[in-house]
C-alpha cells in the first residue's frame, strides 16, 4: 500500500494514530497520510491541506505567505501540542530536504530500544515500555 508520511503543514504523519491502526489493519477510519487518496475525516476537509494544494506547494513553508495566520493558528492549538513542532519541521525540510526530514521524524516517533513505530501520544512504548518524547493527552 502507499503511504504518504509528510503534511503539507509539516507534520509527520506516520505519528497520527489513525495512521499507525491502518498500518496494523485496527483501523476505524482508515487514512494512509495527508498526501494520500485515503485521509480520516479531518484530513479529507483540513484548509491547511486546500490551501497548499491549490497554490501547488509541496509543504506550507513554501508559500509565498508563509507562515500565515491559518497555519500560525493551527500551530498554536492548545489541544494538540504536537502541532508546535512544524515550524522546526520545515525549517529541517528546507535546509536538509524531506528525505533526511523523514529519516530523522521516524527515529524521533520511533521507540529508542525496540524500534516500534510511536504515535504523538505515546509516552512510553507500546511494546517495551520505554519512555518516549510524546505528549500527555491535555485533560478536557
Not at 477510519?29 to 487518496?37: H, L, M, N, T
Not at 498554536?76 to 529519516?103: C, N, Q, S, V
Not at 509516552?123 to 500527555?136: E, H, I, V
Request: glycine share 10%; net charge neutral; charged share 30%.
Amino acid at each position: 500500500m502507499d503511504y504518504s508520511l509528510d503534511g503539507y503543514c509539516g507534520l509527520y504523519c506516520g505519528a497520527c494514530p489513525i495512521f499507525l491502526e491502518t498500518k496494523a489493519g485496527t483501523a476505524k477510519e482508515a487514512c494512509r497520510g495527508c498526501k494520500s487518496g485515503l485521509n480520516a475525516e479531518w484530513c479529507r476537509v483540513c484548509n491547511l491541506k486546500a490551501c497548499a494544494r491549490s497554490k501547488g506547494v509541496e509543504f506550507c513553508s513554501a508559500c509565498e505567505e508563509y507562515p500565515c495566520e491559518k497555519l500560525k493558528g493551527f500551530a498554536d492549538m492548545e489541544e494538540y501540542p504536537y502541532h508546535r513542532e512544524i515550524f522546526e519541521y520545515m525549517k529541517t525540510i528546507d535546509r536538509e530536504g524531506k528525505a533526511a526530514w523523514l529519516e530523522g521524524m521516524k527515529a524521533r516517533w520511533s521507540c529508542p530500544e525496540c524500534g516500534q513505530e510511536a504515535s504523538w501520544w505515546d509516552t512510553a512504548c507500546t511494546r517495551c515500555g520505554t519512555a518516549l518524547r510524546g505528549y500527555s493527552k491535555p485533560k478536557p
